[in-house]
């Protein structure tokens, strides 16, 4: 890698990292739910570069579509359809702020401990595309959980349903 | 077909009972949304068939495995490319889960809150958390670990918020699912971390990679996080301090089948799953039915001996001051969650086996408190101690079978809950935990302070005025009465049976 294109990757990387945090912690510390959803759109795209920088071309695109495409428009419908949300006066309170600040500096701590004290089992070598591989290990070796999960959204697809229902019938 | 396909279909075979409550879960959905007329709680008598089916499956497994010895080395045991295991601990389990299925399903029948238009996906939740518990504690990996808990958990935030027009019961369902979601990001975060340090999602996988390299010995501190952040998952499940904030809100206000269920099920489960990750990743076998902790700087037993003891103590005291039966069960149960924390401490064979012989007694002094409390708001209207009052001489015949569920979860002998709790100290003894067990013996004490209230309630103190007559017995109480309580007499002077059974299904897979 040239030192022009290795500058770019390491400036396009560390603007990445500032997009996520920065945004999560807009997610974080807004008092306002709107806002706060919105933020998290960038921190899930923020995540999806992650992704990128780490080769991994099948889960930002799962990433993408589930997260950003899926669940995030959801989670923007909920916050717009509930009556008068902003009005209520719990939905982003801080509390114990001290408190929860000392926990989750103490928390930050030790993970980067943690995480820079480590040896990783780290697979060396770039990957190569990971879509085909993963395809077919769900439909080998993981095929268990992968129809596992499937139970998991039937069951959570009735139970919403039922819990979402208007009024019985009979 | 290709060689993976082979042994999928191969292992299928070995899958039946699990097969059995999926395609029992699609027949509900379909005949649910069929416009035949059904009799009234015909799906629910439907899931009872296909538990019970489900329950010949897994007998024939049970028998197959004894005759073959039970050898760990027997290669048909491992299934669907490693991640799920059957073993005597899998198929005991599973027995206990059928159990637990079945006795929800009973309770429910006369559970008047219950909305009669919703009881085909009643039926489906419940027979998919069933499933849950059976893959929780057949897992051989962290990811089935996790589906499986997910699979138990989805369900019963639904079932705990099953009265959507109650208000405790909307808050039971909100509370757990928050809980929940955020114990099992902790927990995927702390198995992501054991992930990247091993390699491998699976259990003995990553007991060989932590044994092998010597340089990760020196990472204690990744080690001690990874295991407090997947303790907080399993945890959750079994309702230990201090991760059981959510227990006795959402207990109280879950229908009372759902509560019995979610007092015995997840928490069997629980126990399951962390007897073969603590067991299996974190210990090394060192023959004799005896384990030691994998690394010297991680001494897990003891971050769980405290948790058993606040466990027990937390659950203990607060109970005392209970006024709602419900919520007095849930402390109870917090307070059961720490006792059985200490047959994981001691790392034995005996161990598991005083685990396994306990849950089994614990399905039926449970059932037993909760079944008396759907009898009691369906023919007194109250689920507290005070609607107990003077009871006792009204109908006697509930009573003292709830007495006698109430004396063994105490511990008191001649009883099953006696038994079990002596098994359980005796494995702490062995071990040479005396403050352990001394601290247990002293919670069991205090614990008959308040199971006694309730009995004082029935029997001592005096009827309120103008409801001196006796109170008619449906016969179907009087019949499950006499089923629950049944077992623990018997296993208060005839254990032997159960013993040799949970002894011989102590065996977890490769050791």
Redesign the interface.
């Known amino acids: 890698m040239t030192t022009l294109t290795s500058a770019l990757y390491h400036a396009a990387f560390y603007a990445d990292m500032v997009l996520t945090v920065g945004s999560a912690c807009v997610v974080a510390f807004s008092k306002n739910i709107v806002r706060s959803a919105f933020s998290l759109l960038l921190t899930f795209v923020g995540v999806a570069g992650l992704y990128g920088f780490l080769e991994a071309d099948f889960l930002v695109a799962t990433q993408l579509l589930i997260y950003v495409g899926g669940i995030l428009v959801l989670l923007l419908f909920a916050v717009m359809l509930t009556h008068r949300i902003s009005n209520i006066k719990a939905s982003n309170e801080t509390s114990f702020s001290a408190l929860a600040a000392l926990a989750a500096t103490g928390i930050f701590l030790?993970?980067v401990?943690?995480g820079t004290?480590?040896?990783?089992?780290v697979?060396g070598g770039p990957l190569g595309e990971s879509t085909r591989p993963i395809g077919l290990l769900l439909m080998?070796?993981?095929?268990?959980?992968f129809e596992?999960?499937a139970?998991?959204l039937?069951?959570?697809l009735?139970?919403?349903?039922?819990?979402a229902r208007n009024a019985?019938?009979? | 077909m290709s060689p993976t396909a082979l042994a999928l279909v191969q292992d299928l075979r070995l899958f039946l009972p699990e097969v059995i409550l999926v395609l029992t879960t699609l027949l509900v959905i379909v005949l649910d949304v069929t416009p035949v007329r059904k009799s009234h709680r015909a799906l629910l008598y439907l899931t009872f068939c296909g538990l019970l089916l489900s329950g010949i499956y897994l007998l024939r497994h049970y028998v197959d495995l004894r005759e073959s010895g039970g050898r760990a080395s027997s290669s048909n045991v491992l299934l669907f490319g490693n991640s799920i295991a059957l073993d005597p601990f899998a198929v005991y389990f599973k027995g206990l889960f059928l159990l637990v299925g079945l006795l929800t399903g009973v309770l429910s029948i006369r559970y008047k809150k219950l909305n009669p238009a919703g009881e085909g996906e009643y039926c489906v939740l419940l027979l998919c958390s069933t499933l849950g518990l059976f893959l929780m504690v057949g897992s051989r990996t962290l990811l089935m670990a996790y589906l499986g808990l997910e699979l138990v958990s989805i369900p019963s935030f639904v079932l705990a918020g099953f009265q959507r027009d109650s208000r405790l019961s909307n808050e039971a369902a909100l509370k757990y699912t928050i809980y929940g979601a955020i114990a099992s990001g902790i927990m995927l975060y702390g198995m992501s971390l054991l992930f990247g340090l091993a390699g491998s999602l699976d259990f003995a996988a990553i007991r060989h990679a932590l044994e092998g390299q010597t340089e990760l010995r020196a990472s204690p501190l990744l080690l001690s996080v990874s295991m407090l952040m997947i303790l907080a998952g399993f945890g959750y499940k079994i309702a230990c301090v201090p991760f059981h904030m959510w227990c006795p809100d959402v207990y109280e206000g879950a229908p009372t089948p759902i509560t019995a269920f979610l007092s015995v099920g997840p928490k069997a489960a629980g126990f399951g799953v962390i007897l073969r990750f603590f067991y299996q990743s974190l210990s090394t076998h060192s023959g004799g039915g005896d384990w030691t902790p994998i690394v010297d700087q991680l001494q897990w037993p003891i971050v769980l001996s405290v948790l058993s003891v606040a466990t027990m103590t937390v659950g203990n005291l607060a109970a005392v001051a209970q006024t709602s039966l419900k919520r007095l069960m849930a402390y109870s149960s917090i307070a059961h969650a720490g006792y059985l924390l200490m047959g994981v401490v001691v790392l034995s064979k005996d161990g598991i086996f005083a685990i396994l012989f306990y849950l089994a007694v614990y399905v039926f002094m449970n059932f037993g408190a909760f079944l008396f409390v759907v009898f009691l708001h369906d023919l007194v209207g109250s689920e507290d101690i005070e609607g107990c009052r003077g009871l006792g001489w009204r109908a006697p015949f509930p009573c003292i079978a709830m007495a006698i569920c109430l004396f063994s979860l105490t511990g008191l002998p001649p009883l099953g809950g006696f038994i079990g709790k002596f098994y359980l100290f005796l494995g702490v003894i062995g071990r040479e935990l005396y403050w352990l067990a001394i601290l247990g013996v002293l919670n069991s004490v205090v614990s008959l302070v308040y199971y006694a209230r309730v009995v004082k309630a029935m029997f001592l103190e005096n009827i309120p005025r103008g409801e001196a007559e006796p109170l008619p017995v449906p016969f179907f109480y009087s019949a499950a009465f006499a089923v629950l309580v049944a077992p623990i007499l018997l296993l208060g002077v005839y254990w032997a049976p159960l013993v040799k059974l949970a002894r011989y299904s102590s065996s977890i897979f490769g050791a």
Request: net charge positive.
């Open positions: 030790v993970l401990e943690v004290k480590t040896h990783w089992d697979k080998g070796d993981y095929l268990l959980p596992v999960a139970m998991i039937l069951a959570a009735i139970g919403a349903a039922y819990l019985i019938r009979k």
